[in-house]
């Protein structure tokens, strides 16, 4: 489970976020490329967060139910 203490610096402000664990495998950049792009060292971070896109939110549903370690969060998740 991503860690909300550990969010990549550039993570924007809001539920959705990429904690220090990324791996810089791209899973979620190729799964939700309007949501997520890499920094200069290739790890994710969440670059953009629209609350009523439900698009949106079903790319980034899918980014992180795929990634490999768990390093995408989502701070409104109930579970």
């Known amino acids: 489970m991503a860690d909300t203490n550990s969010r990549h610096p550039l993570n924007v402000l809001g539920p959705w976020f990429v904690d220090d664990e990324c ?7 190729e799964a939700a490329p309007d949501v997520f792009d890499r920094d ?3 790890y994710a971070y969440v670059k953009q ?3 009523d896109d439900p698009e949106q939110a079903e790319s980034f549903l899918e980014a992180l139910e795929d990634c ?7 701070t409104e998740d109930p579970s």
């Open 23 to 29: 791996i810089n495998c791209s899973v979620c950049t």
């Open 40 to 42: 200069e060292d290739g």
């Open 49 to 51: 967060y629209l609350a």
């Open 68 to 74: 490999p370690v768990e390093a995408i969060g989502d």
